[in-house]
């Protein structure tokens, strides 16, 4: 819907009815798309003939006006006129209905009123005179009114129609970008109010709450970040979190895949590039270094990159400078640098395929963020979180895991990490159809498979029984252990046996967590 009270203080438009008073005495009103005047205010509005004035403000005026517009707009749709000027019998004079309309939709219309179209019609002042003192004008009121009122000739109209026009487009125009403006408000409100706070990133696992502690620690800083971590551990996720904390928030973010483009094509959309400097560079193409000028630009699988464009990213890096393709002139950009990813930096930095200076300017916070294998105790709340997610997308109930179906996701090494887990949750939602409870075996083959051989692992199958049942025992508790990060209440509690009885079993089987930690 259109806000028709912002256009009353609008510059362009405010110019252009001035243009039309100042003219031909002309007074333009908004409507809406039934015809209802919009945006007046008759204390506070100035009419450039004051019949205008003192009809619009009558119930009965904007009611016949309404129809009069609603008439106009259909007679329009029949015919090949933008427009239509008229005589509005009410009043006596005559008026132009210019329609605003955004994709086809009819949004409103300026309506343009108090003038003479013809200068044939030597009764139509004498008419109007009768109309103002039928609706109680003063007889100074119409005496003003008359002398307002002009003749257009045919020169007159065509530059009278121009200007109209120019209002309809401008109230589209600024409809259009104020549009603009309020989505990207709230993508930004929606970015920095719950996407990509820290405390709704799931997990209050420990390698998460001390994932937290350290972007607390960096939130205000400007240095250049680091994240190291599998595939679908959710680093652009990070890089987000600390761009919109940061002090560059209201500045552009940017994101480049380094893997996506070879050497030639990722110069060109990092550095951009001149008209003519290679077949198909038709125009001047500004980099994406230059766009994420005063924000932060997020460089993920930076570990691709060949030694070539390594060099040229040291020099932005170091200096803020670079040079588009096929330009001799160097540019010079404040980029806040952050980089990501999944394969070892240092191990190549010791093979020789990844530069050691650039290595240590990109490596000033080193964030490592745990694949979902370290952080088991977060698969419940991630679980929950991405049901809800899948099932308010696809309609239908909310969806529950059974205990049972629990325990297969926690058996499952997850080499996919958060992303696999979300394509699971989505899948299953689908699988469950109207079910509400979501049971083992709805899941992938691959989880099941994985349950089925962890309850066999290292369990015995031949001798005492005994001795097999110990052996089941130490690997639960061992595994329990890990699990809940140590947290010998929860895992009592799960086992279904005392604390006490708990403590006594990890000191039987050696597992406590310093023993642990030097035998691994």
């Known amino acids: 819907m259109i ?56 119930d009965v005026a904007q009611q016949n006006l309404a129809e009069f517009v609603l008439k106009t707009i259909d007679e329009l749709r029949m015919s090949d006129n933008r427009y239509a000027i008229k005589k509005w019998d009410l009043a006596g004079f005559d008026i132009g209905i210019f329609p605003i309309s955004i994709d086809s939709d009819l949004m409103g219309t300026v309506v343009a009123m108090g003038f003479f179209k013809d200068s044939n019609e030597g009764q139509r002042p004498h008419e109007v005179r009768d109309r103002l003192a039928a609706f109680g004008g003063s007889g100074e009121l119409i005496e003003q009114s008359l002398g307002k009122l002009k003749y257009l000739d045919d020169d007159g109209r065509s530059h009278f129609s121009q200007v109209v026009s120019l209002v309809a487009e401008e109230v589209v125009t600024l409809h259009l970008e104020i549009t603009r403006r309020e989505d990207r408000i709230r993508e930004l409100n929606k970015e920095l109010g719950s996407r990509y706070k820290y405390d709704n990133m799931i997990g209050k696992s420990k390698p998460m709450q001390a994932l937290y502690g350290l972007l607390d620690k960096i939130k205000t800083a400007d240095t250049t970040v680091l994240i190291q971590g599998e595939n679908g ?17 209201d500045r552009p973010f940017v994101i480049q895949n380094c893997s996506a483009f070879n050497d030639n094509l990722l110069e060109s959309e990092l550095f951009g590039h001149i008209k003519g400097s290679f077949t198909g560079a038709i125009r001047d193409k500004k980099g994406l270094f230059e766009v994420a000028d005063k924000g932060t630009f997020f460089l993920d699988e930076i570990g691709d990159t060949s030694p070539t464009m390594q060099v040229k990213l040291l020099r932005v890096l170091q200096e803020g400078t670079f040079t588009p393709v096929g330009s001799t002139e160097m540019r010079k950009v404040d980029v806040r640098i952050i980089a990501a990813t999944n394969r070892n930096l240092k191990e190549m930095v010791e093979q020789g395929t990844f530069r050691e200076d ?90 099941i498979e994985a349950g089925e051989r962890s309850k066999v692992q290292g369990a015995r199958l031949q001798g005492k029984l005994k001795d097999a049942l110990e052996d089941l025992e130490r690997e639960m508790i061992k595994e329990g252990l890990r699990r809940t990060g140590w947290n010998k209440s929860k895992l009592a509690k799960e086992l279904g046996i005392s604390r006490a009885g708990l403590i006594m079993k990890v000191e039987k089987y050696g597992l406590d967590k310093r023993r642990m930690a030097r035998s691994s």
């Open 3 to 58: 806000n028709w009270d912002e256009f009353e203080h609008i510059h362009v438009i405010k110019k252009l009815r001035h243009i039309l008073a100042s003219w031909w005495n002309v007074d333009v009103i908004f409507t809406d798309e039934r015809g209802v005047v919009k945006g007046f205010d008759p204390v506070k509005t100035v009419f450039a003939n004051p019949a205008v004035g003192h009809l619009i403000q009558k």
């Open 233 to 249: 551990t959710g680093k652009e996720l990070i890089a987000k979190a600390i761009h919109y904390n940061s002090p560059r928030k």
């Open 358 to 447: 650039l290595y240590y300017r990109l490596n000033v916070i080193n964030i490592r963020v745990p694949p979902l294998r370290e952080r088991k105790e977060d698969i419940p709340l991630l679980a929950e979180f991405f049901l809800q997610k899948a099932s308010e997308a696809n309609g239908g109930p909310k969806r529950i895991m059974t205990k049972r179906a629990l325990e297969k996701l926690y058996d499952y090494a997850w080499p996919g990490n958060v992303r696999e887990l979300q394509n699971e949750m989505e899948r299953l939602v689908v699988l469950a159809g109207e079910e509400t409870k979501i049971l083992p075996e709805m899941m992938s083959p691959k989880i």
